[in-house]
């Protein structure tokens, strides 16, 4: 698309009609909005779809469950793979600071997560039962590493390329754009899996999943990127500590981790959704392509909205989300537990994920435009791995006390999560403005 179509778009779909507004980036990066705007849409609009079909509370259980893997497994893919590409964030951030352009990062890393994910189809179509789980698991924990480097390297980019007050449409753009090519993927696979659900159907999906990563990276190597001002602690052999010691020292931090820690239910709560509905309901053949079905959706309907709001208050958004997916949780539960005809209804199920779709992108738009508005340069690159490192963290205890309370009931668990939830929502909403503060 030529370059003056895409201003044109580009200032459409921003509501600008005079000045340009370059707000945090560079006067040079001013020049190639457009451009960046575009390419980080597309790439990651096929990032999300890849992440979609190959998601572990969803299609990843489908298919451990059908090669014959042990339980104990299924139940380590989801904080593997949601940990993992958390923890190791700060040592990779310190990488990522010494580099002047950071975008062939996240083409490496984007790269090796669709072989990874590729090698995943591989092994189911070659292996069954243990083999096949513990093999599963390797690829997953590559994936992970891959996607920390990547997840570090992105969001600076994101943020030396596009402006304050453009990067929450941007993302809701992105979920919107995904969240179609998702709802056509997902009404292909409930139309699918009632005549030929085999491993050839599962794997087809994987591969396919794969190749989006490897498109992505072809298009993010378009991105314009500007050379960033390398720091000079290369020797400093203190710099992880130092940079968790931002936890300490900068209160806005500490204060974001902690709020962002209690949004973690939206994201939590999903698998317990889809037990439910195993427990429930009769003759669900068909119900990961309702599920995904239900998200495509969810993204398409709220995520330009979420938006836009997040670049007016990215605080507000977040505990506006958050609050949303704690009353989904609690309504559900309440009808579960007391109206015995609704909680065999499939529809139920599709109908509490869609909303809580709705609610989780309202909360990953809130924190990821948050954590990009309060810093700047460097600043940002420390912010975003040591939120991420600690969050990875606190996963892993939140998902190991979530199967804790899995042994009383799903419904518990549910309950204790949107209880959190609400917390969450009145910490986020404490927080500093920081779209007025930052200018």
Request: charged fraction near 15%; hydrophobic fraction near 45%.
């Amino acid at each position: 698309m030529p370059s003056s179509s895409l201003n044109k778009l580009y200032k459409y779909l921003n509501n600008e009609r005079d000045e340009r507004v370059c707000k945090g980036i560079t006067d040079e990066a001013c020049k190639h909005v457009a451009t960046n705007y575009f390419s980080i849409l597309f790439t990651h609009t096929f990032t999300k779809l890849g992440d979609t079909l190959s998601n572990p509370k969803t299609v990843l259980t489908w298919l451990m469950n059908y090669v014959g893997a042990p339980v104990f497994l299924i139940s380590l893919i989801v904080p593997i793979r949601e940990s993992g590409a958390l923890i190791p964030q700060v040592a990779i951030s310190n990488y990522v600071k010494r580099k002047p352009i950071r975008k062939y990062i996240w083409i490496v890393g984007s790269i090796v997560q669709g072989l990874a994910i590729a090698a995943i189809g591989i092994v189911a179509l070659q292996f069954e039962k243990q083999n096949a789980g513990w093999l599963i698991i390797i690829c997953l924990i590559i994936f992970s590493l891959a996607r920390a480097l990547a997840s570090v390297s992105s969001k600076d980019v994101k943020g030396k390329t596009i402006p304050k007050t453009r990067r929450g449409k941007l993302g809701g753009y992105t979920s919107s754009f995904a969240g179609i090519l998702v709802l056509i993927a997902g009404l292909y696979i409930t139309y699918k899996s009632k005549t030929d659900e085999d491993i050839q159907f599962y794997t087809t999906l994987i591969f396919f999943a794969a190749s989006m990563w490897i498109i992505a990276a072809i298009i993010y190597a378009f991105i314009k990127e500007f050379p960033t001002d390398i720091t000079k602690d290369e020797g400093d052999q203190n710099s992880i500590r130092d940079n968790i010691k931002l936890l300490k020292d900068d209160s806005n931090l500490r204060n974001f981790v902690i709020a962002r820690s209690l949004l973690l239910c939206s994201a939590l709560s999903a698998p317990f959704y889809v037990t439910l509905a195993q427990n429930n309901v009769e003759g669900t053949s068909y119900l990961l392509g309702l599920l995904i079905v239900s998200n495509g959706l969810a993204s398409i309907v709220s995520a330009p909205s979420w938006g836009k709001l997040a670049d007016k208050s990215s605080k507000n958004t977040m505990a506006y989300a958050v609050t949303i997916a704690s009353l989904c949780g609690i309504i559900l539960v309440i009808l579960v537990s007391f109206t015995a005809a609704l909680k065999t209804q499939l529809w139920l199920y599709p109908v509490a994920f869609f909303i809580l779709g709705i609610a989780h992108s309202g909360v990953r738009q809130g924190r990821k435009t948050y954590v990009l508005d309060m810093a700047k340069g460097n600043e940002r690159t420390n912010y975003v791995s040591v939120s991420n490192t600690i969050i990875g963290i606190i996963l892993l205890f939140t998902g190991g006390l979530s199967a804790v309370l899995s042994l009383i009931s799903v419904e518990v668990v549910i309950v204790v999560l949107s209880i959190l939830g609400f917390w969450g929502a009145i910490k986020s909403y404490r927080l500093p403005n920081v779209e007025k503060e930052n200018g």
